[in-house]
């Protein structure tokens, strides 16, 4: 029996492209699961498609940003339907949700559980979930189930047997700390003999042609342009490194850089052709961050187009679509048609060839091309269903490569065009300034970053560094950097007026730093101010890794009212300044313990004197650590219950009293 077509709008609200990549997929199955779908970004909200008319079921699928806000494209759409307050106003919306966070983070799935409250507040259905996917446990985990249910709840709501439509309650528990659920579910498995249910094989679409050598982004204004389209912008700064130092001693575990440059040129696309602004005049604040343009290791591209056997690396790539009523790899038909791209530019430029392009689609799409069937049989066992904590385990916790798993599967000979079609494209990386911009003085950025190793372990088959850093750790005096501004500037300040007598806790530790240097030496610039401002630094030995050493000490005899130092390897600092050791108390490993030791002063600038509290860095641990230590101290002091204690920290997030740049 042939199923009636039926319909289905998919909405996505993306920030890196992920939460746009998933909702593509499930574009691209709705015609084999017999549904005609239409697919909209949600910054489209009310020009290209209004919420509330929509009578065909809704798939959102939504990522989120920053500590739990909703991402820069879904801004216009929640801002407009948070100031609703009609209970009927979105009473003929019926929704799938999946949500897209990190349990690393504190307000987890915070943009699409804003996104799911509203609707349903505004009178919205929810047929389908929510599902929230966690990056920091795999965010396969929960897509996968949500992909493979997905057309069966539709198929039950639009038959209007809406007591059966799915709830994934009852198929697949909603588990905010997925972390837990996968390390309870851990068990050995052996699948040796059990029976796989593997994912659907993506049909392949792409193709692509070769054509004469042709060396293309030697000519700078089609390589701006290639910048452009790949990161869907409109303008792109130009600018050329001052200085790029290690700021860490020789003997320090991290190796820290601090970049400095200054922005020469504003590049503006207008009606396809572009236009130069000379010496852009780049204006932030304290606070602000940068998205910097960052290219995949010239030297792993080379290894990786010679294992895919793809030998003429300078001609000229075209990717071509077959179906172009599907999505996938939609933007890199486009890019290569608009920019003339040799192979290895697309590969060094377009695509992620890290382990964020590592999930089961692309698993069993290489498991096809194994001439070895034990190579084969591994790959299936991956992308099964049964091989899950497998795949967590083995691929996604090391962080593997598409190389490693090449290396590895030796027999694996994909084509070119159905591995492109698997690939997620490159995305730009964040940095917070550490500058401090004045119209007067030259316009010099600084930002400051530690080298993220991957050493040849775990099944790592080469060792690397992260991307971005082990690109931006080459870049040398006189060379060029490309960056974008990034909407969501969240970290600003509170103004003078806003702070008065109001105290600001700043709380940084290693690179976590940067946005306070920029707002302390704002202060230090403005001889008028008298804020109370309190900074909490944390490295792990002063005479290794204190970042911005002399400039920090001098803040505490200039501008900051208190300065509390800690050191998590070393406690002797006997050859330290005396101011230095006026800032640290003994055995003060980390901030927390520094917060600890100071529990009452810091408990009354909070309760008493409504103090702002501004953390930054390290999302995985130490700002989760802090607010447990805040929430600790709170209690203690003001005869709170821990549960009344949390409270009132989550109100002061609310309020935008206590904010947090972090990420993991
Ligand atoms: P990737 O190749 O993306 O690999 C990162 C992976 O390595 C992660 O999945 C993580 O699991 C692992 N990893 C191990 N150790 C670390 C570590 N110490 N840091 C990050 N990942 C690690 N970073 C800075 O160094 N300085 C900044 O000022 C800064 N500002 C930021 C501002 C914002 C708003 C945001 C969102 C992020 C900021 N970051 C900053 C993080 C930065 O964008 C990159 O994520 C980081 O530099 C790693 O990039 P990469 O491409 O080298 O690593
Ligand atoms: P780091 O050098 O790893 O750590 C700095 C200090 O913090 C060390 O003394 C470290 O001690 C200590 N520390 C470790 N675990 C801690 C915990 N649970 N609580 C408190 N302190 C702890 O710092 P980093 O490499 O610069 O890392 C900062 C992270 O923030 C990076 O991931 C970076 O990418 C990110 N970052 C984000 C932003 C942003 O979002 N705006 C800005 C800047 C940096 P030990 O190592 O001895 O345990």
Same mark, same amino acid.
């Given at each position: 029996m042939t199923l009636k077509q039926n319909s289905v709008t998919i909405i996505y609200c993306s920030q890196t492209g992920q939460a746009k990549a998933i909702a593509e997929s499930i574009y691209d199955l709705a015609a084999s699961n017999q549904f005609e779908a239409e697919i909209h970004c949600v910054s489209g909200y009310d020009k290209k498609f209004k919420l509330n008319e929509i009578t065909n079921p809704v798939v959102f699928v939504c990522s989120t940003t920053g500590d739990g806000e909703v991402p820069e494209t879904g801004f216009r759409c929640w801002n407009r339907l948070k100031r $609703?307050?009609?209970?009927?106003?979105? %009473?003929?919306l019926n929704y799938a949700i999946l949500g897209l966070g990190d *349990?690393?983070?504190? *307000? &987890?799935c915070g943009g699409p559980k804003s996104f799911h409250s509203k609707f349903q507040d505004l009178g #919205? $259905?929810?047929?389908y979930g929510p599902f929230w996917a966690d990056d920091g446990t795999g965010l396969d985990i929960e897509v996968e189930p949500f992909k493979d249910g997905l057309w069966n709840a539709l198929r039950s709501f639009l038959s209007k047997d809406q007591s059966s439509a799915l709830n994934t309650e009852s198929i697949a528990p909603v588990v905010d700390n997925a972390a837990q659920a996968v390390e309870d579910k851990l068990k050995e498995l052996s699948l040796t003999d059990t029976e796989l249910t593997i994912p659907v094989l993506a049909e392949k679409i792409l193709t692509y042609t070769i054509s004469e050598p042709h060396d293309l982004l030697t000519n700078k204004e089609e390589q701006l342009k290639l910048y452009l389209d790949i990161t869907s912008s409109t303008e792109i700064y130009e600018a050329i490194v001052n200085s790029n130092d290690i700021?860490?001693? $020789?003997? %320090?575990?991290k190796t820290c850089y601090d970049l400095k440059f200054t922005p020469e040129n504003i590049h503006i696309l207008e009606n396809d052709s572009l236009a130069k602004a000379p010496s852009a005049d780049f204006s932030y604040g304290p606070g602000d961050a940068i998205n910097i343009l960052c290219p995949n290791n010239s030297e792993e591209v080379k290894s990786l187009l010679t294992r895919l056997n793809v030998k003429s690396n300078e001609d000229v790539i075209s990717i071509k679509s077959s179906n172009p009523k599907k999505i996938s790899g939609r933007k890199y038909v486009e890019l290569t048609e608009k920019n003339k791209l040799s192979i290895f530019n697309f590969f060094t430029y377009c695509v992620d060839i890290r382990h964020s392009s590592i999930k089961k689609g692309l698993i069993r799409m290489l498991a096809n091309y194994c001439s070895d069937n034990s190579d084969e049989k591994r790959l299936l066992e991956f992308c099964s269903k049964e091989g899950s904590e497998l795949f967590q385990s083995l691929v996604k916790e090391p962080q593997l490569s598409l190389l490693d798993l090449l290396n590895m599967f030796k027999s694996c000979k994909p084509p070119l065009d159905h591995l492109i079609q698997n690939l997620s494209p490159l995305v730009i990386r964040s940095y917070s300034l550490c500058s401090f911009y004045s119209k007067t003085d030259k316009n010099e950025l600084e930002t400051v970053f530690n080298i993220v190793n991957f050493d040849q372990s775990m099944g790592r088959t080469y060792s690397r560094q992260g991307i971005a850093t082990g690109y931006l750790s080459k870049l040398k005096s006189s060379e060029k950097v490309f960056f974008f501004k990034r $909407? &969501?500037? #969240?970290?600003t300040f509170p103004s003078d007026e806003d702070l008065q007598d109001k105290p600001l806790i700043m709380i940084g530790p290693g690179t976590g730093i940067a946005p306070f240097i920029s707002y302390l030496r704002s202060k230090d610039a403005d001889k008028n101010s008298k804020s109370n401002l309190v900074l909490f630094y944390g490295c792990r030995d002063p005479t290794k890794d204190f970042l911005f050493k002399s400039e920090v000490l001098n803040f505490s005899t200039t501008v900051l009212s208190n300065c509390y130092l800690s050191f998590s390897r070393v406690s002797n600092i006997e050859n330290e300044s005396d101011i230095l050791k006026k800032s640290y108390q003994k055995n003060a490993k980390y901030v927390q313990d520094s917060i600890r030791m100071n529990s009452k002063e810091i408990c009354h600038l909070i309760h008493e004197k409504s103090a702002y509290v501004y953390i930054c860095g390290d999302a995985a641990n130490m700002s989760k650590d802090v607010l447990k230590c805040f929430v600790e101290c709170l209690a203690n002091e003001c005869n709170l219950s821990v549960e009344d204690s949390n409270k009132y920290f989550l109100d002061m997030m609310k309020n935008k009293r206590y904010k947090q740049d972090i990420w993991a």
């Open positions: $609703k307050e009609d209970d009927k106003f979105l %009473s003929n *349990t690393n983070y504190t *307000t &987890f #919205g $259905k929810c047929i700021i860490t001693d $020789k003997t %320090s575990a $909407k &969501f500037q #969240g970290f």
